[in-house]
DNA sequence: CTGAAAGCGCTTACAG
DNA sequence: CTGAAAGCGCTTACAG
């Protein structure tokens, strides 16, 4: 008998209808916006939903409409959390993917998208949660190395989906950025501007299509260029710091003379070669040139400022929701309209700081505010 | 006439059961895992089921059982993206979300629920995205300024929710860590062990209760200890590191007399100080020690080492999550059961590196592989 | 163990 | 402009 406000269940548009007095279709009406209601109706409907709090479900919309207006992203996780409740301090290996993320979820707003966020853990390949949020999206964005090539395959016969950095092909789009070209760059000005005759890559995780052609770039420019690029096992990082101080540590630890510039697959590689080489009392860029790629913010405040390959990464993050988007609005519009782009490639582009051997830039330019 | 593979509309629930001869009671029931079906009749559906590439509708789903398995985020963005398609280097200030994000994931993914995240500009405070979201999913949890009191009192009589840093009180819980005893007992280490006689503290976003609380205990502790500590509007912040670098300048500017110790509101402004102060040839911690707060990753990899206070990020977000989690599943289990905590508290620790003025750890232990 | 049927809360032709 | 009704794709008592 008691008449608390907080019932335990939510008003419904049924509600809404009941206390406006008008029946729920034009409650739907003046929820999507419709000109229809006239103005006294509308008025009255949109008092019942003030004084109910009436919060439309999205479940019920999304069923009945066919859309759910969310997109989802599949990103991977670096480290598993299961050591006993402590987190593991994994976090900077994944600056790359949430600054994609956000470019992501920017321009699904101005949709009226959201974001689904799932991460994958490296280790165990989860298909499974995969398939579960597929359908709770209307796509998907996967990361590159989240998923086989079959698995991708297989749930994009459900859902549109784009790809982030991937090897492309298939019936998905592909977004990514221009590595090639920009490593060649990087190479010409390691081996030309600064006459550096011995140099080396270190690669990124190697089953990832953007590791392999900066690589392979790199490498091609270098021997082309008449002077040496040592690649191989010893080579071999995973992007992250950790795998950088690494392979600068297991290099000195045998002897091994280390080339005059060194080549990181990402600035986090650059950061962990950077600590090790410092670590053993090695000058960058006097004794040990070092360059990354991606330019994440970090890049630009260490010490030697890190020379490296800017890339687009919101916008890669962008361009691949409005991909998937003229997806989603295509494939509810029936008619095949135009096919999605196999592949999108972004410009990338070389930043010159002082860790390949340049001089620094003036002190009162390098930390900007963004805006205004 | 034609039968390709791929209808314009995916398989159903109808289509499988058509297909392994049962009705869609039973698929459901395979689907959830019942240990109803017989095997055999499990195995068919099973088949049916990949056979088709059937991916069940989350809407129709949550429609049905009133779960969606889906806990919305809302959090801050920076800086606005309308400048023209580039976007601004915002990103730097988000690591702090993108961390408790990253917590709330984790923990989320164990219990079967995904992340619908939503980030909100600073200067539009768009109480109708939050609206949309909410219905979008089963609770939410709310960053630190993200939403009025009044909003969030209003969103929470619809769906559960659960507030980050925030000021807590009213009808939600709010997740914290400690702030005031680590900035105490930062205080009387710069002035007790350092012996610094005039300090300073450079606020973050005045409305932040976190922000209030920790200038308030670092004063109050300084003063008591008989040492000077500067506040005011000269030393308001933002939490960026524009901020810091900003207010800085502006002192030096003026001619103004640095104090011998800026302890900064977080990682971001202190950063931005550090850069400041060497920019004007100034040595951290020799001329002018400087701390911060939360301990982010790159703390560790500037030098000097930053002092910081090192907050458990993740496991706010985690916390934040079980929180939301039970209010819930209480929610369905009608009974209003146990109210769930007005406010959780956090433990933090101060870290000592070398930007007080302390000296460095030893540099093998630098850089460590997180795990293993 | 299995199926027929109701119902979740909306949207949207279809009539008036 | 407005309402009655069907239907979106599932889950879940309720019978058998």
Redesign the pocket.
């Given at each position: 008998m008691d008449t608390r406000s907080k019932p335990d269940?939510p008003p419904?548009?049924?509600d809404v209808a009941r206390r406006a007095g008008?029946?729920?279709?034009?409650v739907?009406?003046v929820?999507?916006g419709r000109?229809?209601?006239?103005p006294?109706?509308r008025d009255r409907v949109l008092n019942a939903i003030a004084e109910l709090g009436?919060v439309?479900?999205g479940a019920?919309?999304a069923?009945?409409?066919?859309l759910k207006h969310v997109v989802g992203v599949v990103f991977r996780r670096v480290y598993g959390t299961d050591d006993g409740g402590t987190f593991a301090d994994e976090s900077e290996s994944l600056l790359f993917g949430d600054q994609l993320n956000r470019g992501i979820e920017i321009v699904a707003q101005r949709c009226g998208f959201d974001l689904l966020v799932c991460s994958v853990n490296i280790d165990e390949r989860m298909p499974n949660r995969i398939t579960t949020i597929a359908g709770k999206c209307d796509g998907l964005i996967l990361h590159d190395q989240v998923l086989s090539a079959a698995g991708i395959a297989a749930i994009a016969r459900t859902v549109p989906v784009v790809t982030l950095a991937g090897a492309g092909g298939g019936a998905v789009s592909n977004v990514r950025s221009d590595s090639a070209g920009s490593m060649r760059e990087l190479a010409r000005h390691l081996v030309m501007d600064h006459g550096y005759g011995r140099l080396a890559y270190i690669a990124g995780h190697a089953d990832s299509p953007d590791n392999v052609v900066r690589g392979r770039s790199f490498a091609d420019e270098v021997h082309a260029l008449g002077a040496e690029c040592l690649t191989g096992p010893a080579w071999q990082g995973d992007y992250s710091a950790a795998g950088g101080v690494e392979i600068v540590r297991g290099l000195i630890a045998l002897g091994a003379t280390l080339p005059r510039a060194i080549a990181c697959a990402n600035d986090q590689t650059a950061l962990g070669v950077s600590y090790a080489l410092a670590e053993h009392g090695l000058d960058v860029p006097g004794d040990v040139a070092v360059t990354g790629f991606d330019d994440l913010p970090f890049a630009r405040h260490l010490r030697p400022q890190l020379t490296t390959v800017r890339q687009p990464i919101q916008e890669i993050g962008a361009k691949a929701f409005e991909v998937l988007h003229t997806m989603i609005t295509a494939d509810s519009a029936s008619a095949d309209a135009t096919e999605p782009p196999a592949e999108i490639v972004l410009p990338t582009r070389l930043i010159r700081r002082e860790s390949c051997g340049c001089p620094p830039e003036p002190a009162a330019s390098r930390l900007r505010r963004p805006i205004g």
């Open positions: 269940t419904t548009i049924y008008v029946s729920i279709a034009s739907s009406r929820l999507n000109d229809n209601p006239r006294a109706t009436f439309p479900d019920a919309r069923l009945s409409s066919r």
